[in-house]
């Protein structure tokens, strides 16, 4: 691929901005408060800029997009669920949750059912949920600086890990914050600017190049392309097509013209050259709509795919609230009140991004339709200015979108990281400020390796694994734990275990059947419609049966929960245990007011 | 209850004494602590008496803050019968709209796959050259999400802003 110098310097120009904002407000933080929730100081309106951004990751930037040009319109059930996923943390979740005065969700759940046992088992899968949701983002960080530049797949995840953890090493929460805020409208501009202009480029353009996306063929090339692929692909052909392939096609040498008939499925493999002429109908990735008619159509894909949709949503929607990069963000508010406001402004501040995804997707499938044949449609959106607007303002564009791609895996990878070694720091290690770099610098560590060593996938759906997750194992404890006072720790305990373990079968289950063959149902790829039900029921019966083990404190905790923050029930815990003696001292002696 | 519990320092000395503002000058001299807890150390014994002693204000009782409210914020902290109501009252008036307006956010979530799975000429209708499936899903619940949030919200602070007036009146 071509190197872009534009992206190249608007991507220096981000990673610029974001070490010195991170190194500016990294000046003002020094305790563990600081790192772990920015002191509770931060300001509604900045702290859903900071959640936005923090929230609007490569699967929201790249990836929407991607699988709409892959999938077609049910791909936008994942722009729904990603926002929606905030209005259930607005209503169940949110302002009792700042006011429970927990500093992470592992503390939560120890104030709330006084168990430590169960905290740890907490730490231990916001661990793994934090893991899973950064291992793509650096993937596509690779993808995306290998698209632009000429540089192996795996320097985008060096560049953005080093980057975060200067970051997080000099300021922790406090210092991502405004990083955060500030990403989220960088974001905004570079889908919403490429988003007006390529519109119209489109809408005043040459009619020659307008195809019609609703007649029942194929996309088609616009000009002779080569496509090198680069990892093994299934094809399936709806319209003939002449290429000249060179390399291996369905197990065989092939060295140049082939011809693919109508209906047939082509296995293509690893290294192989296949040329498309110009007008070619372009073959799709195997399981993806082949017609231009059956992308624009939803729930074209039967009975299964129905349920599919389904579990897509209830994952997205019920597993926001268990992101833990999600929740500590909203520890950060100064009181339950501020939590609520925060999450509106975030549902508003997200509505007005996802808007443009559909749009950049849906132009994709008339300008990019090759990237269908590689399978790797999380670049569309990158190329798609250079091919709309050949010339310099395609190339400026692209560059605002590249900027753009990298203050996303910026924004969410410090915020995992964040979450991560606030989780790690006080869990595993005593909770210094020191710890808090030392757990910063290891979960960046872990995170890359696995980058580097798993092969990569298309973003939203391994994102999609992580929301499932979450969806099956924190979602319960919080909803019941913040609902219902008889929720024991043995219940909470049963259903984190029995959801999030029929979670990671799945995933398990997932990749042998993808090695052999396919075979999986649709339930073991999206899980959570199943998996959610599951967990809660366990939480619900395994808490019933197990009533003497109720906390002694409960209606103390339901009390400082629901309380409004005017009566000054608040006791903010990380306060309690890393608070210097005059703040710890404030508590104990008189309710702070508010 | 002092009139000036809040962040401000509750200190008084604009009367000017000069020898408290020599004290200050005086790092020897300081006073302990900073002013925040100022009403407490009225209460404390005297300081040795090579220094006046500095200008304090208490207030022991403020008509801003009945007597009633002290009594009942206790209640609901000791837990009585009667405090413990109060607050379940409230969490289930919360409760109930969030799952109200829960379910109203999930009617295009639930309702729309499914309509378009049933009826495939539904998803064929055009609405000013796009298809609205586009419309429904890509445009519509977002306002909607908004919507339902801002509504909660305000309901929410409803119900806290008439739990607290119950508790102090």
């Given at each position: 691929?071509d190197s872009?110098p534009?992206?190249?310097?608007?991507?220096?120009?981000i990673?610029?901005?974001?070490w010195y904002?991170g190194?500016?407000?990294?000046?003002?933080?020094?305790?563990?408060?600081?790192?772990?929730?920015?002191?509770?100081?931060v300001?509604?309106?900045?702290?859903?800029a900071?959640?936005?951004?923090?929230?609007?990751?490569?699967?929201?930037?790249?990836?929407?997009?991607?699988?709409?040009?892959?999938?077609?319109?049910?791909?936008l059930?994942?722009?729904?669920?990603?926002?929606?996923g905030?209005?259930?943390?607005?209503?169940?979740?949110?302002?009792?949750?700042?006011?429970?005065g927990?500093y992470?969700l592992?503390d939560?759940a120890?104030?709330r059912?006084?168990?430590?046992?169960l905290r740890m088992?907490c730490t231990?899968?916001?661990?793994?949920?934090g893991?899973?949701?950064?291992?793509?983002q650096?993937q596509?960080a690779?993808l995306?600086?290998?698209?632009?530049?000429?540089?192996?797949?795996?320097?985008?995840?060096?560049?953005?890990?080093?980057?975060v953890?200067?970051?997080v090493?000099?300021?922790?929460?406090r210092s991502?914050t405004?990083v955060q805020a500030?990403?989220?409208w960088?974001?905004l501009?570079?889908?919403?600017?490429?988003?007006?202009?390529?519109i119209?480029?489109f809408?005043?353009?040459?009619?020659?190049n307008?195809?019609v996306?609703s007649?029942?063929?194929?996309p088609h090339?616009?000009s002779a392309?080569?496509?090198?692929v680069?990892?093994?692909?299934d094809l399936?052909?709806?319209?003939?097509?002449?290429?000249?392939?060179?390399g291996t096609?369905?197990?065989?040498?092939a060295?140049?013209?082939?011809y693919w008939g109508?209906?047939?499925?082509?296995v293509?493999?690893?290294?192989?050259?296949?040329e498309?002429?110009?007008g070619?109908?372009v073959?799709t990735?195997?399981?993806?709509?082949?017609?231009n008619?059956s992308w624009?159509?939803?729930?074209?894909?039967?009975l299964?795919?129905?349920f599919g949709t389904?579990?897509?949503?209830?994952?997205?929607?019920?597993?926001?609230m268990?992101l833990?990069?999600?929740?500590?963000?909203f520890y950060?508010?100064?009181?339950?009140r501020?939590?609520?406001?925060?999450t509106?402004?975030v549902?508003?501040?997200?509505?007005?991004?996802?808007?443009?995804p559909?749009?950049?997707g849906?132009?994709a499938r008339?300008?990019?339709?090759e990237?269908?044949?590689t399978?790797q449609?999380?670049?569309a959106i990158?190329?798609?200015?250079?091919?709309?607007?050949?010339?310099?303002?395609?190339?400026?564009l692209?560059a605002?979108?590249?900027?753009?791609?990298?203050?996303?895996?910026?924004?969410?990878s410090?915020g995992?990281?964040?979450?991560?070694a606030?989780?790690?720091?006080?869990?595993?290690?005593?909770?210094r400020?020191?710890?808090?770099?030392?757990a910063?610098?290891?979960?960046?560590?872990v995170?890359?390796?696995?980058a580097?060593?798993?092969?990569?996938?298309?973003?939203?759906?391994?994102?999609?694994?992580?929301?499932?997750l979450?969806?099956?194992t924190f979602?319960p404890?919080?909803?019941?734990?913040?609902?219902?006072?008889?929720l024991?720790w043995?219940g909470a305990?049963?259903g984190i275990?029995?959801?999030g373990?029929?979670?990671?079968?799945?995933?398990?289950?997932?990749?042998v059947?993808?090695?052999?063959?396919?075979?999986?149902?649709w339930?073991?790829?999206q899980?959570?419609?199943?998996?959610?039900p599951?967990a809660?029921?366990?939480?619900?019966?395994v808490?019933?049966?197990?009533?003497?083990?109720?906390?002694?404190?409960?209606?103390?905790?339901?009390?400082?929960?629901h309380a409004?923050?005017?009566?000054?029930?608040?006791r903010?815990?990380?306060i309690?245990?890393?608070?210097?003696?005059?703040?710890?001292?404030?508590?104990?002696?008189?309710?702070?007011r508010? | 209850m002092?009139?000036h519990?809040?962040d401000q320092?509750?200190?008084?000395?604009r009367?000017?004494?000069?020898?408290?503002r020599?004290?200050?000058a005086?790092?020897?001299?300081?006073a302990?602590?900073?002013?925040?807890?100022?009403a407490w150390e009225?209460?404390?014994p005297a300081?040795p008496?090579?220094?006046a002693p500095r200008?304090k204000?208490v207030v022991l009782?403020d008509?801003?803050?009945?007597?009633?409210?002290?009594?009942?914020?206790?209640?609901?902290?000791?837990?009585t019968?009667?405090g413990?109501?109060l607050?379940?009252n409230?969490?289930?008036?919360?409760?109930?709209i969030a799952?109200?307006?829960?379910a109203?956010?999930s009617?295009?979530m639930?309702?729309?796959?499914?309509?378009?799975y049933l009826?495939?000429?539904?998803?064929?209708v055009?609405?000013?050259?796009?298809?609205?499936?586009?419309?429904l899903i890509g445009?519509?619940?977002f306002?909607?999400?908004f919507?339902?949030?801002?509504?909660?919200?305000r309901?929410?602070e409803?119900?806290?802003r008439d739990?607290?007036?119950?508790v102090?009146s």
């Amino acid at each position: 691929m071509d190197s872009n110098p534009l992206a190249i310097a608007g991507i220096v120009f981000i990673g610029a901005v974001t070490w010195y904002l991170g190194f500016h407000s990294s000046r003002l933080a020094n305790t563990t408060p600081d790192f772990l929730v920015a002191r509770r100081i931060v300001r509604s309106s900045r702290n859903a800029a900071a959640i936005a951004g923090e929230y609007l990751s490569a699967a929201s930037f790249l990836g929407i997009a991607g699988l709409i040009l892959k999938d077609g319109v049910d791909s936008l059930w994942y722009a729904v669920g990603f926002a929606a996923g905030h209005l259930a943390l607005l209503l169940f979740v949110a302002a009792p949750m700042r006011r429970s005065g927990a500093y992470t969700l592992p503390d939560f759940a120890e104030a709330r059912l006084g168990s430590a046992g169960l905290r740890m088992l907490c730490t231990v899968f916001v661990v793994l949920i934090g893991i899973f949701y950064l291992v793509p983002q650096l993937q596509t960080a690779g993808l995306t600086l290998s698209t632009i530049m000429p540089v192996p797949p795996w320097a985008g995840g060096v560049v953005v890990i080093v980057l975060v953890t200067v970051n997080v090493f000099g300021g922790g929460m406090r210092s991502i914050t405004v990083v955060q805020a500030f990403q989220y409208w960088v974001k905004l501009f570079a889908l919403a600017a490429p988003a007006f202009i390529l519109i119209m480029v489109f809408t005043t353009g040459h009619p020659a190049n307008q195809q019609v996306l609703s007649d029942n063929a194929p996309p088609h090339l616009s000009s002779a392309t080569t496509i090198t692929v680069q990892t093994p692909v299934d094809l399936q052909v709806t319209a003939e097509v002449w290429l000249q392939a060179h390399g291996t096609l369905d197990g065989r040498p092939a060295n140049g013209g082939t011809y693919w008939g109508p209906g047939t499925t082509h296995v293509v493999s690893a290294g192989t050259t296949l040329e498309f002429p110009a007008g070619a109908p372009v073959p799709t990735v195997d399981g993806s709509p082949g017609t231009n008619a059956s992308w624009l159509r939803p729930e074209a894909g039967g009975l299964s795919a129905l349920f599919g949709t389904y579990s897509l949503i209830i994952a997205l929607f019920l597993g926001t609230m268990g992101l833990p990069h999600v929740l500590v963000r909203f520890y950060t508010n100064p009181t339950g009140r501020a939590a609520r406001r925060t999450t509106v402004h975030v549902l508003l501040l997200l509505g007005l991004f996802y808007l443009f995804p559909t749009v950049l997707g849906a132009l994709a499938r008339l300008y990019v339709p090759e990237l269908l044949i590689t399978g790797q449609t999380d670049i569309a959106i990158l190329l798609l200015p250079g091919k709309v607007l050949p010339g310099f303002a395609g190339e400026a564009l692209g560059a605002v979108i590249a900027a753009g791609a990298f203050a996303a895996f910026l924004s969410t990878s410090s915020g995992l990281v964040v979450s991560v070694a606030g989780v790690l720091s006080t869990d595993a290690l005593p909770g210094r400020v020191r710890d808090f770099r030392w757990a910063a610098l290891t979960a960046g560590a872990v995170a890359l390796a696995l980058a580097v060593l798993l092969p990569p996938g298309d973003v939203s759906l391994s994102v999609g694994l992580s929301f499932a997750l979450a969806a099956s194992t924190f979602c319960p404890v919080l909803v019941i734990g913040i609902w219902w006072r008889r929720l024991t720790w043995v219940g909470a305990a049963a259903g984190i275990v029995i959801g999030g373990g029929l979670v990671l079968s799945a995933l398990v289950v997932n990749i042998v059947s993808e090695y052999t063959g396919a075979w999986a149902p649709w339930f073991v790829a999206q899980p959570a419609l199943i998996t959610v039900p599951i967990a809660f029921g366990t939480v619900l019966l395994v808490s019933l049966a197990t009533q003497r083990h109720l906390p002694l404190d409960v209606s103390r905790i339901m009390l400082r929960m629901h309380a409004p923050d005017r009566l000054g029930f608040i006791r903010d815990r990380d306060i309690v245990r890393f608070g210097t003696a005059e703040e710890q001292a404030r508590l104990t002696n008189g309710k702070h007011r508010r | 209850m002092s009139r000036h519990s809040g962040d401000q320092p509750p200190r008084d000395d604009r009367a000017g004494d000069g020898a408290d503002r020599a004290d200050r000058a005086h790092p020897a001299h300081r006073a302990p602590e900073s002013g925040r807890d100022s009403a407490w150390e009225a209460l404390r014994p005297a300081k040795p008496a090579n220094r006046a002693p500095r200008r304090k204000r208490v207030v022991l009782n403020d008509s801003r803050n009945p007597v009633t409210v002290l009594r009942t914020i206790g209640e609901l902290e000791e837990q009585t019968t009667v405090g413990e109501m109060l607050v379940r009252n409230l969490m289930h008036a919360q409760f109930r709209i969030a799952v109200v307006l829960a379910a109203v956010a999930s009617v295009p979530m639930v309702g729309l796959p499914v309509a378009f799975y049933l009826s495939p000429s539904f998803a064929d209708v055009t609405v000013i050259g796009v298809r609205l499936p586009w419309l429904l899903i890509g445009v519509l619940p977002f306002p909607l999400l908004f919507g339902v949030g801002y509504l909660y919200n305000r309901l929410a602070e409803r119900h806290e802003r008439d739990f607290v007036n119950m508790v102090e009146s």
